[in-house]
């Protein structure tokens, strides 16, 4: 197993290649980038952020750190890894982005269950709370403050592209990903977290038809589902399921404090994982 950081990186600002400096990372124009004491680079320009912290905040980032060192997401991060190593040739090396990684618990997964698989990662989320987590904990993946919206990436450098309960942009997939390239999203599935849903909502909305047909660029390979129950038995890890969710901000007040009453709950995990081809 050789585990490596992606380096093909561009500019930002005018997609020109990035260098490695001593200090940071420089393209030809003088646009320079410095890397972090924890090891990650800033590629966000400040006109592209919508808001002043963009992204996740440094609490829901550490409670689903928490939650998912439990392993109540291990068996989406096993079909996730078995998915994206059975791509391609065993012998040939694969170039990972996970785009929106979080605190990169799904790459380490991915590293950890590499066996003899080279692969170089680069994980890539909008919140400098979630890449600073990820590269305190993994300095051989390549971690970086951006957008999906504009991955700074160059065009068709990518062998896989995972988008974790993200936010798709099909068109910058695409750009990304060489022909025959692997794009694994991954989605809430009909009864995903339902207990907790049930208690924070009056009403539970009814579940997202499922995708008909392929984004623009690219053909549906397959589409699986994780589910599995998992006990929350304590009130702590409760509390981090909520705080690391959009649910928290969605829940009223009555159903927030009804879920952070519990001391219990039991809880389904239930995922689809659409694999998609670059065409």
């Known amino acids: 197993m050789t585990i ?10 005018d997609s020109a290649p990035l260098s490695r400096t001593h200090t940071g990372w420089c393209c030809p124009q003088g646009h320079s980038f410095d890397v972090s004491r924890q090891g990650h680079v800033n590629l966000l320009p400040v006109q592209n952020k919508r808001s002043r912290d963009p992204g996740d905040s440094k609490p829901m980032i550490a409670a689903r750190r928490r939650f998912l060192d439990a392993g109540h997401y291990q068996g989406i991060a096993e ?5 994206v190593l059975a791509h391609g040739a065993a012998h040939e090396a694969l170039a990972v982005l996970d785009a929106g990684c979080g605190e990169g618990y799904y790459l380490r997964e991915l590293a950890r269950s590499a066996s003899a698989r080279r692969l170089s990662m680069l994980g890539l989320d909008i919140s400098k709370w979630a890449v600073q987590a990820a590269a305190g904990r993994d300095r051989r993946m390549q971690w970086v403050v951006g957008s999906n919206a504009a991955l700074p990436v160059p065009d068709q450098s990518l062998d896989v592209v995972l988008c974790m309960f993200g936010f798709p942009t099909p068109a910058e997939f695409a750009r990304v990903l060489k022909p025959g390239g692997l794009l694994l999203e991954v989605e809430a599935g009909p009864d995903h977290l339902r207990e907790l849903r049930e208690i924070i909502y009056p009403t539970l909305k009814a579940p997202r ?7 623009a660029g690219f053909e549906i390979d397959t589409v699986d589902s994780v589910r599995h129950a998992r006990t929350l038995d304590s009130h702590e ?8 969710t959009p649910h928290l901000y969605r829940a009223s007040a009555e159903g927030r404090a009804k879920a ?16 998609s081809l670059r065409l």
């Open 4 to 13: 490596a950081p992606f380096t093909s990186l561009i500019c930002p600002l």
């Open 79 to 83: 079909a996730v890894s078995r998915r």
């Open 260 to 275: 952070e009453a519990l001391g219990h709950l039991d809880i389904t995990v239930e995922a689809q994982l659409i694999s």
């Open 209 to 215: 038809e499922a995708r008909q047909a392929p984004e």
């Open 237 to 244: 890890q409760i509390l981090d399921l909520l705080v690391m």
